[in-house]
């Protein structure tokens, strides 16, 4: 499944030097053939060092890591949901994405002019979360207004739509994002197809200066990044741009040394895809084959039928059942054949709820 990530921030935050940097550090586009890679889309595989792992054990002809997308939201500055800016072109690319990452300025420095004059994270995340509820606003109200004509027919989900929405309706008026307002398994099922932007769950990337990439936590700008997540639930990433894109133009032993002359045990990147992967509750299984050790995404809580679903439609509509061993089982016992000796490779049917780490090998018929 391919996961999208939106960024956004204000200009001169470090958006674009950050998005330039996941780009130039993109997976070849070669191996996701089914991924059409447009000019404000960067697709980066998801670092696992359990893939390597797997290789050793299975030797394949390849090893395909999943990937992940990063998609540029341009437009978005102070009044761009009237139209300021480049308008409301950024509301067909937003509301596509499965999450937003917002970059925030963390850091001083002269020769880069803050749109306010000043740095000031708090008032940076009011004015993009702003434009992104009046975005709502006026989907909710086209959608209430709609809803209300058809109430007169007694319909008891349409009369449980208006009052949803009468909620969502009133915390955007008070600033609150729709994702703030708890609703019941069947409102969210009903809330999906109005695609609103601030139902979706944010992860903040605060921009540090190059100095700062490895001891973050000591920046007063974070920390407050920090706190005002923590009230809403988002998750907080400390990165550097700069270093980003630094990073992006090395390989191997050269991007390893730099990251560990600057104090890094990894790239702000991979901690970015890291914090997308636990606010969106994702996990990865794994297929181990000669021809191939593959990793796949799938959301937490899917069925072994809805997990094969991800490898192709017909796994899914003619599954029959899983061949599964854990990535711990199999890598302490060494080979297939040595897990299936001690009992470790189960049978699983249709009910079987897929965990992290599992591999993975279907039967099914069509």
Known sequence: MALKAGIVGLPNVGKSTLFNAITQAGAESANYPFCTIDP??????????????????????RIVP???????????????????????????????????????????????THVSGKVDPLSDIETINLELILADVETVEKRLERSRKNLKGGDKKVALE??????IKEALYNDQPARSVELTDEERLMVRDFHLITMKPVLYAA????????NADG????????????????????????????????????????????????????RLIRGAYKLLGLYTYFTAGVQEVRAWTI??????????????????????????????????????????????LRLEGKEYVVQDGDVMHFRFNV
């Not at 792992?53 to 030797?59: F, G, H, M, P, S």
């Open 219 to 270: 920046n007063p700008y974070v920390q407050i990044v920090r706190e005002f997540g923590a009230k809403e639930g988002a998750e907080v990433v400390p990165i550097s741009a700069k270093v980003e894109s630094e990073i992006a133009e090395l390989e191997g032993e050269d991007k390893a040394m730099f990251l560990e002359e600057l104090g890094l045990s990894e790239s702000g990147l991979d």
């Open 162 to 167: 208006v009052e949803m929405l009468e909620r």
């Open 299 to 344: 959301r937490k809580g899917m069925k072994a039928p809805q997990a094969a679903g991800v490898i192709h439609s017909d796994f899914e509509r003619g599954f029959i059942r899983a061949e599964v061993v854990g990535y711990e089982d199999l890598t302490v016992n060494g080979s297939m054949n040595a897990a299936k000796e001690k009992g470790l």
């Open 66 to 112: 999943t990937a992940f997308e990063f998609v540029d939201i341009a437009g978005l500055v102070k009044g761009a949901s009237k139209g300021e800016g480049l308008g409301n072109k950024f509301l067909a690319h937003i509301r596509e994405v499965d999450a937003i990452v917002h970059v925030v300025r963390c850091f001083q420095d002269e020769n880069i």
């Open 207 to 214: 921009n540090v200066s190059e100095g700062e990439a490895a």
């Open 40 to 61: 404000n889309v960067g697709v980066v595989e998801v670092p696992d060092e359990r893939l390597q792992k797997l290789a050793e054990i299975v030797t394949p002809n």
